[in-house]
């Protein structure tokens, strides 16, 4: 095991800075999942501390080596791609042996290695098999099997699941996560996809635009974006924003939104008052009531979306179209009336014009 450092690192393509400044650091053993849209640069960063790609500033250490000009071989690091990269015309013990062999390694030493990993990836009885007689998840579980078996201190990951349908990624996903909590790896994980990194991060690094964005556990990520990208890319249904205006009526705190307007707890925004800003709040912190009500938000339902285990309502209050969630059974109407309520605990506020978050 070994951590990993990026200081100011920067690389760029013509005149498009696809890594631009990033500082970033993971504690050995650690499980790191670089998250954002196509081309925000993750890819790129991880190629960089993998050695295949060249720093145009800044450097990056592993386990407190100072790796930047070192070539791929010497950074004790594996990766596994997205394409997965198996050799077709080898065996599986072939494709998992084939690093411990470039580092001559004895014999005995690698037959127990890949049959280690092959163990470990439920793959031993595919040991004699060629890449063409797999399916996609089994092509995966050699890929992965073939980075374990050298014992790097690092291993990356670039979207290894994202060729593998939706059930099958389900599977792979709790496996994998499984697989490094036993193996107390450290590891950098790159993914689009925020489910993927919701669930199997230690901590989520969000990048936009070639710069991390915000660093934090899942639930905090998820609960409090340092902005409006991160709220908005984050959670299935994304965050909601509201432009709102909060003052102060009575001594008490007042927030008003385009549908209607509700009152918080004294002191809870008092330092906020007055300000316009914008509210951000997740669809499962946002109540539906039947009836109208004190603090309660009129709204008109648009659509009506069933979940299984809850319902999807789109809504209309005043000018602001949202998403909340409901319980299973609650089927109101499309173009009916209902009334929302705003759990005050729940609503992240943000600056208008930055669209960073904002305390109170």
């Known amino acids: 095991m070994a951590a ?16 631009d400044g990033v500082n970033l650091e993971v504690t050995d053993g650690e499980f ?8 925000c640069g993750k890819t790129t960063l991880l190629r960089c501390l993998a050695g295949l790609e060249r720093l145009d500033e800044g450097r990056g250490f592993i386990g407190g080596r100072d790796v930047t000009e070192l070539p791929p071989r010497a950074r004790k690091l594996a990766m596994v791609f997205q394409s997965y990269a198996v050799f077709p015309h080898m065996r599986v013990f072939d494709n998992i042996a084939f690093g411990l062999r470039m580092q001559k390694v004895k014999k005995p030493v690698i037959a127990e290695r890949v049959d280690a990993c092959a163990q470990l990836l439920h793959i031993e009885d595919l040991l004699d098999r060629y890449p063409a007689q797999l399916s996609g998840g089994q092509r995966q579980r050699v890929a992965v099997a073939r980075a374990l078996a050298p014992k790097a201190d690092v291993l990356l990951m670039d979207e290894p699941l994202s060729n593998l349908d939706a059930l099958l990624r389900l599977e792979m996903r709790a496996e994998l996560k499984a697989l490094l909590q036993h193996l107390d790896l450290t590891a950098i994980y790159v993914t689009h996809d925020q489910v993927e990194a919701l669930s199997m991060g230690d901590r989520i690094a969000v990048m ?11 639930l905090v990520v998820y609960d409090d974006p340092a902005d409006t990208f ?9 965050m909601n924003f509201l432009q709102a205006e909060v003052s102060l009526d009575a001594g008490s705190p007042v927030v008003q939104v385009s549908g209607g307007r509700f009152r918080l707890t004294a002191g809870r925004a008092d330092p906020l008052a007055p300000r316009k800003l914008v509210l951000g709040i ?15 938000v009129a709204a008109t339902v648009l659509v009506v979306e069933p979940l299984g285990s809850h319902n999807l309502l789109t809504v209309r209050a005043g000018s602001d179209v949202l998403k909340v969630s409901t319980p299973a059974d609650f089927f109101p109407r499309p173009d009916s009336e209902v009334w929302l309520r705003i759990v005050p605990d729940r609503i992240r506020w943000l600056d208008r014009e930055t669209g960073k978050a904002v305390s109170p």
């Open 230 to 238: 991160v709220g908005g890319f984050i959670g299935s249904p994304p």
């Open 208 to 218: 936009n635009a070639g710069r991390i964005v915000q660093v934090g556990t899942p």
């Open 32 to 39: 790191v999942v670089l998250l954002g849209p196509s081309g």
């Open 282 to 296: 997740r669809a499962e912190a946002i109540e539906v009531e039947g009836d109208p009500g004190e603090d309660l």
């Open 4 to 19: 990993v450092r990026f200081e100011g690192v920067r690389k760029t393509f013509g005149k498009v800075a696809a890594v």
